[in-house]
């Protein structure tokens, strides 16, 4: 089946296939990737047109346009699917959750809502003076702060930092981790790696700041890093085989840090093939069965 693009057809033609849409489904929230039997793919059409009316894209959108389009269920911002009350609702979970409306502006709930970007949009709102006095109540009742997000002190990170040694027992945070709520704790680990090695011009660590990071078992060198989290990687496919009695080769299986086992023992038979493997770690893998490629079967 050939897939039709918004150049090969006209504007009219997928616009009756967008009205087919709606009076199948009776609204015009596609997903992106939405396909038509025919070979239509719609939803990135609607994206596009989304686009040129709020200006992301050139616009060839007339009025006439606009208006066809919002009689069969066009929504422009897809912010405005949801009623207020239950953008409101969102936002107290969120605080209840979190202790506050500080919310990262990339932040998507479970349900792939918006509420970083409906917030932030929220403040521009009040400071421009167009949310209702009731709108800013109940805002302010689920304790919004207009002004823009204060800046984390050091132990507001240390405590998020604590929170993952918690749950993991280290803090071999991988440089683009971000917690649940959005707060880039793999970057602020770095840059305290960088702080104890004086790098970047960036100012020292306190001996109290140092100790601090210790208790939580931080370790300093990027290379003792590495060897750390390669030798943790193992020990689960250690458990791993223990287990079930085979290696997980599946790319599908995933570590405890969110690594895929499957490809990290991909990886490391590649290396060994090309010699580029330490006598150390060439006879631990041979140890839990993991071979160069070629060589024999793991199991």
Known sequence: MRKRTYQTQTWEEWYECAKNYYSKFGDLLISRDFVTA???RLGRWIERQRGMYNGVLPSSLNKERCIALEKIGMIWKLEDRFQWKRWLEMAEEYRQEYGSLDVPSEYVTKDGCRLGFWIKEQRKKYWAGSLTEKQVRELEHCGIAWQFYKRKGWNDWLQIARA???EHGNL??????????GEKLGNWIFVQRERYYRESGRRPLSPEQIKALEQLSMVWSLKDVREERWDEMLRWIKAYKSKYGRLPLNPAVIAPDGRSMGNWISVQRTALGKG????????????????????AKEN
Do not use: C, H, W
Not at 277 to 294: H, N
């Open 164 to 166: 993952y040694y918690g």
């Open 276 to 295: 580029r493997m330490s006598e150390r770690k060439t006879e631990s893998l041979a140890d839990v069965g993991i071979l160069p490629f070629g060589t």
């Open 38 to 40: 025919d070979g239509f």
């Open 172 to 181: 071999l945070v991988p440089r683009n981790y971000k917690t649940a709520a």
